[in-house]
């Protein structure tokens, strides 16, 4: 049997692996395996193209690149300027921004490139003037002790976490609520839904220096239009974190008010999730703050990875192609007929339903903790991700809530109907759980009981149900 190209040069990457650890080898076959038999429902993950995980493996990893395109402290860095200047230009291009640095190796780095050059343009303090035209060396202990004081005193608003923000907006235990004076803004008790007036309140009596919108585990769409001018009436930089739908932006699903890019300040991304790229994170800003983003190695970053931005301009590349706006669009249409089959079943979401590319389910209608419901799901083979809810009485360790997402299962070619028999799976997996107790006899908020018979059915019928939709169909490893 002949072997097509992409089957060729994943077997004989293995091979190559194999000779030297057997084990690692062994344990990327399984990772594929067990990703092939798994209904994949967390919101964060995606399954990258061939072509992307095949750029990833290449003599960029070997580069140090500090610096940017045509200004490095490194030699020899020629071809990495072509590859972050693709992808910079990729990533203008899709979503409109007059500048694109694509360094960043994370979200949460993005996010602190982004701060930090907020702070480098807005503070005015003879210390950071300082900084800024001198060379570190230069600067007095009083110059570093005025200028930790200037920055560590800055106000940041931004999403609580419970209410579906990220930890890097200000979460007191990450480090954005230790480098801000920082408050968070919530959602309306009753609907789960983001109060603009209440938000434009809490800023006028705050007065933050950034105002942060985004979220990772918020159902619906943000208007950023009514952001910006929230920002606007107290002089606030507006920014805004787009990693988990940066998906539904480039494919023109998320489009006018809801689409972050022409109305923030500067906006921050992950390259994965609904974006289906390589592990990663990217910056995108007018020119007023770029030289500050441009800084973000050696700022906060270590030297930038050239082979993953080498895969960021690949994914994005693919991006701009047609077939992408429909890919986004199908995202939201699984979601939201996920959510309906839930509700169908009786189980309560918060805010009702969704308009992205999340579902945010509230199990303790089951008598759950989230914590319990995801390890029951996963037993019967259900990959999710345990999250708060708002006004969560858990917390975020054990948490109410389960988060799902549709990106994954719609890379596979999952449609409505599937998310349907998807909402069976998993309203029949929480409804037969039930909570475990203590050696003591307290009840557990770890703990659970499940019927092994019932798990194995359902995971038996999650991989018949799969089984309609292969994972990289064109790719075989034995």
């Known amino acids: ?41 967390i919101a964060s993950e995606n399954y990258a193209s061939p072509a992307t995980l095949l750029t990833m493996g290449n003599w960029f990893s070997d580069k140090y690149a500090e ?149 990772s585990a918020y159902p619906r769409k943000v208007n950023f239009r009514i952001m910006r001018e929230i920002a606007d009436s107290v002089g606030a930089t507006f920014m805004v974190d787009m990693a ?37 994170g990217m910056v995108l800003c007018g020119p007023e703050l770029a030289d500050q983003v441009d800084r973000g190695c050696p700022m906060v970053l270590g030297g930038p990875l050239p082979h993953v931005m080498a895969a960021k301009a690949v994914a994005l590349a693919e991006a701009r192609r047609p077939d992408f706006a429909d890919y986004a669009q199908r995202i939201v249409d699984n979601a939201q007929a996920l959510a309906e089959g839930l509700l169908r079943r009786g189980t309560t979401l918060v805010t009702g339903g969704t308009d992205n590319h999340l579902v945010l389910l509230d199990v303790s209608g089951y008598g759950l903790t989230g914590r319990q419901a995801e390890q029951a799901l996963l037993d019967s083979g259900i990959v999710t991700n345990r999250n708060a809810v708002p006004q969560d009485r858990n917390g975020a360790w054990y948490t109410s809530g389960i988060r799902i997402g549709t990106p994954a299962l719609t890379s596979r070619g999952l449609g409505t109907a599937e998310m349907d028999v998807t909402a069976e799976l998993i309203h029949t997996v929480l409804s ?43 790719i075989t490893l034995s």
């Open 67 to 215: 610096g940017t395109v045509g200004r490095r402290f490194y030699a020899g860095c020629q071809n990495v300027d072509t590859v972050e200047a693709l992808a910079a230009e990729h990533a203008k291009e899709l979503f409109g921004a007059a500048h694109a640095y694509v360094q960043p190796h994370s979200g949460i780095d993005a996010n602190l490139v982004a701060f930090w050059a907020i702070l480098a343009d807005r503070v005015e303090s003879p210390a950071l003037k300082k900084a800024q035209v001198r060379q570190v060396n230069d600067l007095t202990e009083a110059d570093w002790f005025a200028l930790r004081r200037e920055l560590g005193n800055q106000r940041m608003l931004g999403m609580s976490l419970d209410a579906g923000g990220h930890l890097t907006h200000g979460f007191r235990p990450n480090i954005s609520g230790k480098m801000f004076d920082q408050r968070s803004y919530g959602t309306d008790p009753a609907t789960g839904l983001i109060d603009y007036d209440r938000v434009a309140e809490a800023a006028r009596e705050f007065k933050p220096l950034i105002l942060v919108a985004g979220y």
């Open 244 to 280: 988990h739908f940066a998906g539904l932006v480039a494919g023109k699903v998320f489009t006018g008010d809801f689409d972050p890019v022409p109305h923030a300040h500067i906006v921050t991304t992950t390259t994965h999730k609904s974006l289906r790229g390589p592990r990663g």
């Open 432 to 474: 037969q759980t039930t909570p475990g107790a203590n050696a003591d006899g307290t009840p557990s908020k770890a703990k659970y009981v499940l019927d092994p018979a019932v798990a194995d059915k359902i995971s038996k019928q999650a991989t018949d149900l799969l089984a309609g939709f292969p994972l990289y169909p064109t």
């Open 1 to 41: 049997m002949s072997l097509n190209a992409e089957s060729t040069a994943f077997r004989s990457a293995l091979e190559v692996i194999r000779a030297v650890e057997p084990r690692v080898a062994d344990a990327i076959g399984a990772e594929l395996a067990d990703q092939r038999e798994s209904l994949k429902l």
